[in-house]
């Protein structure tokens, strides 16, 4: 299930057939049929951490986990090499190529560009999202050829995590820190795996812990995940000063993680999208222009295909302002037969 927000609503418009309101439930069995075919909305990549401004691994850091740059851009969707495949909560990444580890006495501080911001659209409350190389434990029995007997189960405990303290900063100019409140921080240790087909924009619910997923298959996994990539997610609104008195923060470019004791492998940091509803895209028969509602902090793009598989954009992407926004196709002559979809992206530098 593609996240809330993210629409793709195509209409066939055909100058012959246009004017009969007999488009209308096609238009409906299409989008559906687009909905599946969801993949790839998201272009950029500094919806990520987009630099290392520092990092040290920590007093006693033993581990292969050692290397800056692998925590910059999206989490790993696909583990390489022989024991490789797709991450899942099942199979998390697990190469010093995909994970960064922090021991006690370590550090990280990461820049974001665009910033990291706080928004009231952001699904319950969170501003960024921390990704790792934790995992759901499978609890099957394994055969003679250590293949899992039956459907791989989990028991809802994770692996890959210990105990672990310490703090994470944000800052706007990378002098001044400001702690988010250690007491609503949850571990990061807890962090939900990895699953690589999600939205890396998208919290999982927050209501949920590892437990929950107790008995779960992966598909039911995937499933309790509604379109979210996992992680763990961090507001903005917890900035609160030595006091504990909230501190007002619109946005922040710095996080630093610092950590005691205990340790942590992390794959990426994550900027939160806005969680708005899909608008309601309309075929305007007489002017043929295609209408809806941009919502804010998203841009549309116009999309035609010939067969639903290949898409082409159509013109520029046009920011969403909450205003009625109007597409429509300026080339000529090859109407006939044209399947259109408008496909929302998350512009986080709006
Ligand atoms: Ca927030």
């Not at 409140?181 to 812990?209: A, Y």
């Not at 942590?264 to 295609?290: G, M, S």
């Amino acid at each position: 299930m593609p996240p809330p927000g993210t629409a793709e609503a195509p209409i066939e418009r055909d100058p012959v057939k246009s004017n009969s309101p007999i488009l209308l439930p096609k238009l409906a069995v299409l989008a559906l049929l687009a909905l599946l075919a969801l993949s790839g909305g998201v272009r950029a990549h500094a919806q990520f951490a987009t630099r290392v401004l520092h990092y040290h691994p920590g007093t006693k850091n033993t581990t292969v986990y050692t290397n800056p740059p692998v925590i910059l851009g999206e989490p790993s969707r696909v583990t390489p090499g022989e024991w490789g495949g797709p991450v899942t909560p099942f199979y998390p990444a697990y190469l010093p190529s995909q994970l960064l580890s922090i021991t006690g006495g370590g550090s990280l501080t990461l820049e974001f560009d665009p910033p990291i911001r706080n928004l009231p659209g952001h699904r319950f409350g969170f501003d960024f999202l921390v990704f790792g190389g934790t995992g759901f434990m499978v609890t099957n029995d394994l055969d003679p050829d250590w293949n899992f007997i039956g459907i791989p189960t989990t028991d809802g405990s994770l692996f890959g995590v210990e105990p672990l303290t310490g703090r994470v900063q944000v800052s706007t100019n990378g002098i001044d820190f400001i702690t988010l409140d250690p007491k609503r921080i949850p571990s990061l240790g807890d962090v939900f795996p990895t699953e690589g087909t999600g939205d890396f924009h998208r919290p999982v619910d927050q209501t949920f812990n590892p437990a929950r997923f107790a008995g779960m298959t992966l598909q039911q996994v995937q499933k309790a995940y509604d379109g979210a990539g996992g992680g763990v997610g961090f507001d903005l609104d917890w900035a609160q000063d030595a006091s504990g008195n909230p501190i007002p923060l619109a946005s922040v470019s710095i996080v630093r993680l610092e950590i005691d004791s205990g340790e942590v492998e992390l794959d990426a940091f994550a900027l939160v999208a806005t969680d708005t509803p899909a608008p309601e895209v309309r075929l305007d028969p007489k002017t043929r222009e295609i209408e809806f509602t941009g919502q804010p902090h998203w841009t549309y793009t116009l999309e035609a295909s010939a067969n639903l598989v290949t898409w082409t954009p159509i013109g520029e992407a046009v920011p969403g302002t909450g205003a009625p926004v109007r597409l429509e196709d300026p080339r000529t002559g090859i109407l006939a037969g044209q399947f259109y979809r408008v496909l929302a992206t998350p512009d986080f530098r709006r």
